[in-house]
């Protein structure tokens, strides 16, 4: 393989489009990145793209990397992908897309429920009527096959967008196991599809013959065929490896595929995961997601619109920042950094709760976002900081609930994700959870869990855990400030944790006088 030193890894995520190329240590070689536009709300609530759009940009993506000079693509040994989870992409029988794509970010519902028959009534004994209602609601599908029946009689697969892509690349209808994260009927605890007795197949319209076939992660998915070949730039024939979604890949790109290793992911959605060898679900009926490693289990607690605060705050009270940024040609989060110096830890008692959309069964689909403990001595800055203390707690609550469940507590924390650049936000969360941090060497962590997969595949390494240990690495180490470890457990147990409970019964009124959310 001297011949061909190096993998590619094509990263979809929500804001870019990145074609990354790693050796087989591990190291970075080159990098296009290509922004896109997230979505388009034709309707309020409504979060759409193209998915040639999408296409069209990773092809861009791979052209703009040969034209930089470093890498030749007679020199890329394989390709994988991982993408964005949760966006569904309806194609005809020649794989060509009959709407846009749906995105994860989408609030539309089902608006006729859905009938299981006989289930529903032990369903409803058992308690769970209202998490399957809740799952019949939120599907995709469902809309479709209400909304617009035509096109779901059209529609030849049902496809994830990262199936979407495979087919582009290979012309044949598949996808990797871990990148099997949304409403489908997928068998999370045996990861694969249903079968034909679940409750799933009762629950949405779609049949086996619309889904794709599923290959583990780290193995051979299929060949470039002629027609990406020519579109991306990338030998025909090229070997793709079945990866997984950007949150699978990001805790195999940070080394986090051991049990006591616990991974916060700082994105448009702010995840805490653990990987383990058995299925351990974050809350009832709340399954645990595959792992980018085969057969393990990826245990998560969500803050669905995490680290998007920052570009809500950025959008409705930086103005200055805004400005000041595009005078002096840099990105305006790297100006945050100032607010957070302006405020001491704990933001002078202002309190926020990072519900701007609320979560399924933590806190519960009726919770709302709130701020508290304002005074006349807080700014936007104090705002600024109460919003990523805000998202600690969170996240802490829900490792604190993962290790519960689990029986098992983590010794060592890792974070990737675009906020983990900032030092100070690093800082504030070796605080907060009151333990050392690490952040991997690169920030690339998603690429690089698809690269790794890739050198499993080509037999570069024995397994994943091997791969891990010798391409990922550990860059800066943050340790807890004792007095401010003190402040803010103080903040979390006396305040932060009763929040929800104290404010719930107002969220439910703010409901039932506005009709918002519906």
């Keep these: 393989m001297s011949d061909k030193p190096f993998v590619l890894s094509i990263d979809n995520g929500t804001q870019s489009i990145r074609a990354l190329v790693y050796d087989r240590d591990g190291n970075q070689i080159d990098k296009a990145y290509v922004p896109i536009e997230a979505y388009t709300s034709p309707e309020p609530g409504w979060a759409e793209q193209s998915a040639e759009y999408f296409w069209e940009k990773l092809c861009v993506a791979c052209q703009c990397l040969w034209q930089q000079g470093i890498v030749k693509p007679e020199q890329i040994a394989a390709l994988s992908v991982t993408t964005q989870r949760g966006t569904v992409v309806n194609v005809d029988k020649n794989g060509d897309a009959l709407r846009p794509a749906i995105i994860w970010l989408d609030q539309r519902e089902a608006p006729n429920p859905v009938s299981l028959g006989w289930l529903d009534w032990p369903l409803k004994l058992l308690g769970l009527k209202s998490n399957i209602d809740y799952f019949t609601r939120q599907a995709e599908a469902n809309w479709l096959v209400q909304e617009q029946s035509d096109l779901w009689q059209q529609t030849h697969k049902f496809l994830l967008l990262s199936g979407y892509h495979h087919f582009k690349l290979c012309g044949e209808f ?151 940024a595009k005078e002096e040609g840099v990105a305006v989060e790297s100006l945050f950094d100032e607010l957070l110096e302006q405020v001491p830890a704990g933001s002078m008692g202002l309190t926020l709760q990072p519900y701007w959309s609320p979560g399924i069964k933590n806190p ?102 091997e791969a891990c240990k010798s391409m990922s690495s550990i860059g800066t180490v943050f340790t807890p400030n004792k007095g401010n470890v003190k402040l803010y457990n103080d903040l979390y147990k006396d305040v932060y944790l009763k929040m929800f409970p104290s404010l719930s019964r107002l969220y439910q009124s703010i409901r039932k006088i506005t009709g918002y959310p519906a």
């Design 364 to 465: 519960g689909p009726g919770a709302k976002g709130a701020i508290i403990g304002f005074g006349d001595v807080h700014t936007k800055a104090h705002i600024y900081r109460a919003i990523i203390e805000g998202l600690c707690y969170a996240l802490r609550e829900g490792k604190e609930r993962v290790e519960k469940r689990s029986g098992k507590k983590i010794s060592k924390l890792r974070i990737s994700g675009g906020g983990s650049q900032s030092d100070q936000i690093m800082q504030i969360s070796a605080d907060i959870f009151g333990m050392e941090v690490e952040r991997p060497s690169t920030y690339e962590t998603s690429g690089l869990g698809a690269a790794i997969n890739s050198a499993v595949a080509l037999g570069w390494y024995k397994n994943h855990t």
């Design 174 to 324: 598949k996808d990797s196991v871990a990148s099997q994260v949304a409403y489908i009927p997928f068998d999370y605890k045996a990861q694969q599809w249903a079968k034909p007795s679940s409750w799933h197949w009762k629950a949405l319209p779609i049949t086996q013959s619309m889904l794709p076939e599923l290959t583990p992660a780290g193995e051979m998915l299929g060949h470039v065929n002629a027609i990406a070949a020519q579109e991306t730039g990338l030998l025909e024939g090229l070997p793709i490896v079945a990866s997984g979604s950007d949150k699978a890949c990001e805790l195999l790109g940070a080394g986090a595929v051991e049990e006591h290793i616990g991974c916060l992911s700082y994105g448009t959605t702010a995840t805490y995961n653990g990987n383990f060898d058995r299925y351990i679900e974050s809350a009832p009926m709340i399954p645990p997601y595959p792992a980018a490693t085969p057969g393990r289990y990826n245990t998560e607690a969500m803050v669905y619109r995490g680290y998007w605060m920052v570009s809500w705050f950025k959008e409705q009270m930086a103005l200055e920042e805004r400005l000041r």
